[in-house]
């Protein structure tokens, strides 16, 4: 499965001996930078940076991570042609010759500076889900101060999403085996079959694991031997280039903050 | 979709889901203090919204289209609890499958973990003050929380992007929406209906000591089985 494979990643991958605290740090804050950015030019640049960062540094292969990225490029760019029809008053740069549409200086402006968002975050994103474990995340969170129960559920949650998921592909197996998908109308009903006992299923069998634990002294939380990491294991260089980069980053903002590919007259 | 809203908004949307969700919390605190066999129930009901919230249809305004699932965990555990379900789900879209995001979660928590379950509630509880049948309740509450959610995700979308109007930016985001959307939310009430009869059917205490049927329900789905 998809969500298989992008967890082997974030297990596996050049970068998975890095400070949790800092990578987290390090695309929350670029993030953020390409959330304030008014110009499409540092959004692009951290797109670029980013999945460099992703290719060469953590390793994952470029063939993954750009059918990873297509999806939300899709997405970006439908929604790109949308605002730049449907959401300019000014100057039409470009009629279409159909139902008086026309691409607006400010609309294509205004669904350029979206989609370059859009691909900068997405890839900050990228790099947080393909580098940083799941249970580590935990362990960050556990040390700001969430509520136990949430962590808990969540825990519970991360670990019953797979069982779903297993569920799912036994129970779509056994029934191809009896030929149950071999027309459309058993394919519904299969579907239908496989849909309803899905949840009662992963139901009982978490609450199998969740019995089986608890006889286990379980007590809400999954003590691990890992040590805490601190701040200061990020070590002086990393830190400074990581803040060189941010104060670059806003640099350019500030610079760019003007540019537009169609002037609006 | 990260990236989509401008900052201000992002920043709007967190201040505004943040208290629901601590409500949230305290809430299932609650429930699990008093009954910790219900941990398994919730964490299904919440990986039961992740499963449906992945399967995503693309629609050309900024956000997907997909299934909720959030009227079930509504039904069964109250908004309150629903919300922090829904934002746990949210933040593992955003981190597991890159979906979402983490500077749209506000919005995204409003939208999809308050309003949804808090219609979901409304309705059910409301066809049971007016002895309407159980399962025609939860069919409505998933499949109206599962409109809503959009209808206020075209609200907040046009807050953020209001050109040329509100009104004219809504109207655009609403007809594409409506498109993909009410197929959706019909299927998704049939399949919540089809869950929910087979709760009952097993584990009808479950049900009635979270106050979800009364112990009438609860006799006459006995005597069926």
């Given at each position: 499965?998809?969500?298989?494979?992008?967890?082997?990643?974030?297990?596996?991958?050049?970068?998975?001996?890095?400070?949790?605290?800092?990578?987290?740090?390090?695309?929350?804050?670029?993030?953020?930078?390409?959330?304030?950015?008014?110009?499409?030019?540092?959004?692009?640049?951290?797109?670029?940076?980013?999945?460099?960062?992703?290719?060469?540094?953590?390793?994952?292969?470029?063939?993954?991570?750009?059918?990873?990225?297509?999806?939300?490029?899709?997405?970006?760019?439908?929604?790109?042609?949308?605002?730049?029809?449907?959401?300019?008053?000014?100057?039409?740069?470009?009629?279409?010759?159909?139902?008086?549409?026309?691409?607006?200086?400010?609309?294509?402006?205004?669904?350029?500076?979206?989609?370059?968002?859009?691909?900068?975050?997405?890839?900050?994103?990228?790099?947080?889900?393909?580098?940083?474990?799941?249970?580590?995340?935990?362990?960050?969170?556990?040390?700001?101060?969430?509520?136990?129960?949430?962590?808990?559920?969540?825990?519970?949650?991360?670990?019953?999403?797979?069982?779903?998921?297993?569920?799912?592909?036994?129970?779509?197996?056994?029934?191809?085996?009896?030929?149950?998908?071999?027309?459309?109308?058993?394919?519904?009903?299969?579907?239908?079959?496989?849909?309803?006992?899905?949840?009662?299923?992963?139901?009982?069998?978490?609450?199998?694991?969740?019995?089986?634990?608890?006889?286990?002294?379980?007590?809400?939380?999954?003590?691990?031997?890992?040590?805490?990491?601190?701040?200061?294991?990020?070590?002086?260089?990393?830190?400074?280039?990581?803040?060189?980069?941010?104060?670059?980053?806003?640099?350019?903002?500030?610079?760019?903050?003007?540019?537009?590919?169609?002037?609006?007259? | 979709?990260?990236?989509?809203?401008?900052?201000?908004?992002?920043?709007?949307?967190?201040?505004?889901?943040?208290?629901?969700?601590?409500?949230?919390?305290?809430?299932?605190?609650?429930?699990?203090?008093?009954?910790?066999?219900?941990?398994?129930?919730?964490?299904?009901?919440?990986?039961?919204?992740?499963?449906?919230?992945?399967?995503?249809?693309?629609?050309?305004?900024?956000?997907?289209?997909?299934?909720?699932?959030?009227?079930?965990?509504?039904?069964?555990?109250?908004?309150?609890?629903?919300?922090?379900?829904?934002?746990?789900?949210?933040?593992?879209?955003?981190?597991?499958?890159?979906?979402?995001?983490?500077?749209?979660?506000?919005?995204?928590?409003?939208?999809?973990?308050?309003?949804?379950?808090?219609?979901?509630?409304?309705?059910?509880?409301?066809i049971q003050k007016a002895n309407g049948p159980t399962?025609?309740?939860?069919?409505?509450?998933?499949?109206?929380?599962?409109?809503?959610?959009?209808?206020?995700?075209?609200?907040?979308?046009?807050?953020?992007?209001?050109?040329?109007?509100?009104?004219?930016?809504?109207?655009?985001?609403?007809?594409?929406?409506?498109?993909?959307?009410?197929?959706?939310?019909?299927?998704?009430?049939?399949?919540?209906?089809?869950i929910f009869d087979y709760i009952m059917k097993l584990?009808?205490?479950?049900?009635?000591?979270?106050?979800?049927?009364?112990?009438?329900?609860?006799?006459?789905?006995?005597?069926?089985?």
């Amino acid at each position: 499965m998809f969500e298989n494979t992008l967890d082997n990643y974030a297990h596996h991958n050049g970068l998975k001996d890095t400070n949790t605290l800092f990578k987290v740090l390090f695309a929350i804050s670029t993030m953020l930078v390409s959330l304030i950015s008014i110009s499409p030019v540092v959004p692009l640049i951290i797109t670029l940076v980013m999945s460099f960062i992703i290719i060469f540094f953590a390793k994952i292969p470029w063939k993954f991570y750009l059918k990873f990225l297509f999806i939300p490029f899709v997405f970006a760019f439908i929604t790109f042609i949308f605002m730049s029809i449907f959401f300019g008053v000014g100057a039409h740069i470009l009629e279409l010759g159909f139902f008086n549409l026309a691409v607006t200086a400010d609309g294509f402006n205004l669904g350029f500076l979206v989609l370059a968002r859009i691909m900068g975050g997405f890839t900050c994103l990228a790099f947080l889900a393909l580098t940083i474990p799941m249970t580590e995340l935990f362990s960050e969170l556990e040390r700001i101060k969430i509520p136990q129960i949430v962590l808990e559920l969540a825990m519970l949650m991360y670990r019953y999403i797979f069982v779903f998921l297993d569920e799912a592909m036994n129970m779509y197996h056994a029934q191809e085996t009896r030929m149950g998908y071999i027309s459309l109308k058993k394919s519904f009903k299969s579907m239908g079959m496989l849909a309803s006992n899905l949840f009662i299923r992963t139901w009982l069998k978490g609450e199998k694991a969740y019995f089986a634990m608890e006889s286990r002294c379980y007590n809400g939380s999954i003590r691990t031997l890992k040590e805490p990491e601190s701040l200061r294991n990020i070590g002086v260089r990393n830190l400074c280039l990581f803040i060189t980069f941010e104060i670059l980053l806003l640099l350019g903002v500030y610079l760019t903050g003007s540019f537009r590919i169609f002037e609006i007259v | 979709m990260e990236g989509f809203l401008p900052w201000q908004w992002c920043l709007f949307w967190y201040i505004v889901a943040m208290p629901v969700v601590a409500y949230g919390v305290i809430q299932i605190k609650k429930i699990t203090d008093k009954q910790p066999e219900s941990k398994p129930l919730l964490a299904v009901s919440g990986a039961f919204v992740f499963i449906l919230s992945s399967l995503k249809l693309p629609s050309v305004t900024g956000s997907c289209s997909h299934p909720t699932g959030t009227g079930l965990g509504a039904v069964l555990f109250g908004p309150a609890a629903a919300s922090v379900l829904g934002a746990i789900v949210l933040v593992f879209q955003a981190i597991l499958l890159a979906h979402g995001g983490i500077t749209t979660l506000g919005a995204n928590i409003f939208s999809m973990g308050i309003i949804g379950p808090l219609v979901a509630w409304l309705v059910y509880k409301g066809i049971q003050k007016a002895n309407g049948p159980t399962l025609l309740g939860v069919f409505l509450a998933a499949a109206l929380a599962d409109l809503m959610t959009y209808v206020t995700t075209a609200i907040q979308l046009s807050l953020a992007f209001p050109v040329p109007s509100f009104g004219m930016a809504f109207n655009n985001f609403m007809w594409i929406f409506a498109i993909t959307q009410i197929p959706l939310a019909i299927a998704e009430g049939l399949l919540t209906v089809v869950i929910f009869d087979y709760i009952m059917k097993l584990k009808p205490d479950i049900l009635e000591n979270l106050k979800v049927i009364g112990p009438k329900v609860k006799e006459k789905v006995q005597a069926v089985v």
